[in-house]
C-alpha cells in the first residue's frame, strides 16, 4: 500500500503542473482532490503529520508571493494553484487525523 500513496502522489503533482501549464479540464481541481484525499489517508500519518502540516501552511503562504514576481506569477501561479488544490485535501484528512488521535489521549 505504500507504493500507491507514493505513485497517487506523484501522478497528482504531474497533473497539477500539466493543468497549470494550460492543458486544463474544468474537472482537474476535483481529480486532485480525490488524489489528495487518497494521499492523506495513505502516505501521511503519525509521526510525520506535523511536518506535512507545517509544509503545507508555508506553501499556502509562499504561494501568495508570486504575485509580485513578473512572468513567474502567470506561469507559477496555476501550477501552485493546483498544487494546493491537491495538497490541501490531504491537509485535510491528515489534520482531521491528527485533531481525532489528539483527542483520544
Known amino acids: 500500500m505504500d507504493q500507491v500513496g507514493k505513485w497517487v502522489f506523484i501522478v497528482g503533482l504531474v497533473i497539477a503542473v500539466i493543468a497549470g501549464l494550460g492543458v486544463s479540464h474544468a474537472y482537474v481541481p476535483m481529480i486532485l482532490a480525490i488524489l489528495g484525499l487518497v494521499v492523506g489517508f495513505l502516505n501521511v500519518g503519525g509521526e510525520e503529520s506535523h511536518t506535512f502540516l507545517i509544509a503545507a501552511i508555508a506553501l499556502v503562504l509562499s504561494a501568495s508571493a508570486l504575485d509580485a514576481?513578473?512572468?513567474?506569477?502567470?506561469?507559477?501561479?496555476?501550477?501552485?494553484?493546483?498544487?494546493?488544490a491537491f495538497i490541501g485535501a490531504a491537509v485535510l484528512v491528515v489534520a482531521l487525523k491528527s485533531l481525532f488521535t489528539t483527542a483520544r489521549a
Open 69 to 84: 514576481i513578473p512572468y513567474v506569477e502567470q506561469y507559477g501561479a496555476p501550477i501552485v494553484s493546483n498544487v494546493i
